[in-house]
């Protein structure tokens, strides 16, 4: 590959690698907006979910929530 062709790809890989970085997260959802409840759903609750964080916290969900608790945006961990 030629040294320019070669240095401008390197430049478009970093260029997105330093977007991706410093992209914001998208705002906090209410609790009325995702459904929350503070009860499990189906056998599925917040603490089996990708988002939830102990002791009482979720990363897109405003406020406290309980680790028993529920949302319409429910996401199994891969």
Same mark, same amino acid.
């Given at each position: 590959?030629? +040294? ?8 478009? #890989?970093?260029?997105? *690698?330093?977007? /991706? &970085?410093? &992209? /914001?997260? +998208? %705002?906090? /959802?209410? /609790?009325?907006? *995702? &459904?929350?409840? $503070?009860? %499990? ?5 917040? &603490? ?6 102990? +002791?009482?916290?979720?990363?897109? !969900?405003?406020? $406290? !929530?309980? %680790? ?6 429910? $996401? #199994? +961990? $891969?």
């Amino acid at each position: 590959m030629p +040294p320019l062709r070669r240095r401008l790809l390197l430049a478009a #890989l970093l260029g997105a *690698v330093t977007r /991706q &970085a410093t &992209a /914001q997260p +998208p %705002p906090k /959802q209410t /609790q009325a907006a *995702v &459904a929350y409840q $503070d009860h %499990p759903r189906g056998g599925l609750s917040c &603490a089996g979910c990708t988002f939830f964080r102990r +002791p009482h916290f979720c990363e897109i !969900i405003e406020g $406290d !929530i309980s %680790p028993t608790g529920w949302c319409k945006l429910f $996401d #199994l +961990p $891969d």
